[in-house]
T-cell receptor, first 114, second 110 residues
Framework: EAGVTQFPSHSVIEKGQTVTLRCDPI?????LYWYRRVMGKEIKFLLH????????ESGMPNNRFLAERTGGTYSTLKVQPAELEDSGVYFC????????????FGSGTRLTVV | GIQVEQSPPDLILQEGANSTLRCNFS?????LQWFHQNPWGQLINLFY???GTKQNGRLSATTVATERYSLLYISSSQTTDSGVYFC????????????FGKGTRLSVIA
C-alpha cells in the first residue's frame, strides 16, 4: 500500500506569510494525526482527526494554526501568519484503528520561517 | 499524562560497535513504536512493538510491558545509522495520542 504522503517536503517563507501543508494518509485510514518537531526539541502532538472530525486538538499551539480534513481524506495544516518559532519539521501520520494500530508517519515537511 | 524517558540522550559509536537504547514509560501502554529520524529529517518507523521481541536485520527490539520499558539494539553500527532514535507510546486507554520521548541522538563515526 502507498504510504503517508506529505507536500511540500520543504518550505521557506518570510515571517508574516501564510503556508499550507498537505497530508495524504494511507487509503482506508480514518485516523490522521499532525505532529511537529521544532528547534530540535521533542516531537509534539498537534491534533487528531477521525475521518473529517477533530477528535483532539489539544496540541494546537495557537489560533494561527488551522487544520482541516474535508471529506475525511487528505488534510491541510495552515499557518497564518507564520512566526519564526514555527520553524521545524511537521509530520503527519495515519492509522487504521486509533486504539490498536501502529501509526505510519510521512516523511515530514521542513518549514523554515525567515 | 504518560511520561516517556529515553537514555542515553547522546551516544557516539565507532563504526562496527553495538549499542542498546532504552525507553522507560510511566504507565501501561497498548502501542509502542521505535522511530529513526535521519539527518534529512524524515521519520522512519522501525518497530511496532507493544510487547515481545522483534528483529529486522541489524536492529532488534524488546518490550517488557509489565516492567514498562523497551530496548532497541543496534548491532554492527554503520554511519547511516546516525540520527535521532525516538520511542513513542500510547496509553492503554487508547484515548490519548502517541507520546514521544526526547530521543537518543546517535552519531556513528568511521
Amino acid at each position: 500500500e502507498a504510504g503517508v504522503t506529505q507536500f511540500p517536503s520543504h518550505s521557506v517563507i518570510e515571517k508574516g506569510q501564510t503556508v499550507t501543508l498537505r497530508c495524504d494518509p494511507i487509503s482506508g485510514h480514518d485516523n490522521l494525526y499532525w505532529y511537529r518537531r521544532v528547534m530540535g526539541k521533542e516531537i509534539k502532538f498537534l491534533l487528531h482527526f477521525v475521518k473529517e472530525s477533530k477528535q483532539d486538538e489539544s496540541g494546537m499551539p495557537n489560533n494561527r494554526f488551522l487544520a482541516e480534513r474535508t471529506g475525511g481524506t487528505y488534510s491541510t495544516l495552515k499557518v497564518q501568519p507564520a512566526e519564526l518559532e514555527d520553524s521545524g519539521v511537521y509530520f503527519c501520520a495515519s492509522s487504521r484503528d486509533s486504539a490498536r494500530s501502529g501509526y505510519t508517519f510521512g516523511s515530514g515537511t521542513r518549514l523554515t520561517v525567515v | 499524562g504518560i511520561q516517556v524517558e529515553q537514555s542515553p540522550p547522546d551516544l557516539i559509536l565507532q563504526e562496527g560497535a553495538n549499542s542498546t537504547l532504552r525507553c522507560n514509560f510511566s504507565d501501561s501502554v497498548n502501542n509502542l513504536q521505535w522511530f529513526h529520524q535521519n539527518p534529512w529529517g524524515q521519520l522512519i518507523n522501525l518497530f511496532y512493538i507493544p510487547s515481545g521481541t522483534k528483529q529486522n536485520g541489524r536492529l532488534s527490539a524488546t518490550t517488557v510491558a509489565t516492567e514498562r520499558y523497551s530496548l532497541l539494539y543496534i548491532s554492527s553500527s554503520q554511519t547511516t545509522d546516525s540520527g535521532v532514535y525516538f520511542c513513542a507510546v500510547r496509553h492503554i486507554s487508547g484515548n490519548t495520542p502517541l507520546v514521544f520521548g526526547k530521543g537518543t541522538r546517535l552519531s556513528v563515526i568511521a
